[in-house]
């Protein structure tokens, strides 16, 4: 079964959580972002979800504390059988796990909800903080094995990401969703012009040779028609269907940046490009 992953937090004008929990088409929403990183043990993270939320913050810090909606929205949309990530990062985060410490003493108040799992999509200064970090995860998931917690990670297109490279190396990843847009040389756009440089079977590689050789590898791609990276319908059931048949054990599906925009983006048949991409996985 492939997947269809979406980003939520920062959208134009966004709707609450709620409206896209509804959607069928998506299997995974990403919420983003905790874009504010402790500098030192005992710190406090910050958090970003765009227009939602308040605006009030925790005393003395950059962590949001009354994003009432989605703590609303979260327990109805796992309920429709969503898989609801948290994301660390995001654009012009704060990030840079300093060192092991750090790591492993980032607090969690993510309020009691209980989301499936934490996603990085660290885009500024990576290393090795990281890969502490996600084996932590893992060792608090190990004392509830009834649950199913993911963790996954946005890497830019170019091997070895440098902010996420050791950690997938070294650290156990479930979903990896490469940003197949953004970087021209390794873009999924690259795969339809004369650079052809869409390196979807290197990525396989180091899936394969990494700390969780069956983790899901997931063609990340832009669902703003106005993106320099944007490819139509038809060019995404030529790219997937290539790859979702070359690779059938790692390909994972699609993820979109973001669920707003590919909202907005409605084709001649009144489909949204979420729409369209589950035609494409299921086509
Ligand atoms: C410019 N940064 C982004 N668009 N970030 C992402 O797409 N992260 C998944």
Known sequence: KSNVAVYWGQGYNQDRLSHFCQESTLDIIILG????????VGDWPGSNFGNQCDGTVYEGTELLEGCHQIWE???????MGKTVLLSLGGEGATTGVL????ALGFPRPFQNNTIDGFDFDVESDGGHGYGSMITRFREH????PEENFYISGAPQCEIPDAQL??????AAFDFIWVQFYNTPSCSAASYFDLTDGFNFDAWVAVVLSSANPSAKLYIGLPA????AYYLTEDQVTELVGK???????TFGGIMLWEATAADNNVDAQGLTYTEQMKEVLYY
């Open 73 to 79: 929205d979260i327990p109805s949309c796992k309920a």
């Open 224 to 227: 703003d028609p106005t993106s």
């Open 33 to 40: 972002f905790i874009n504010v990183f402790p500098e030192a």
């Open 165 to 170: 490279g050791y950690a997938i190396d070294h």
């Open 99 to 102: 060192d092991h410490e750090t």
């Open 243 to 249: 790859y979702m048949l070359l690779y059938p054990d």
């Open 141 to 144: 998931y190990a004392s509830y």
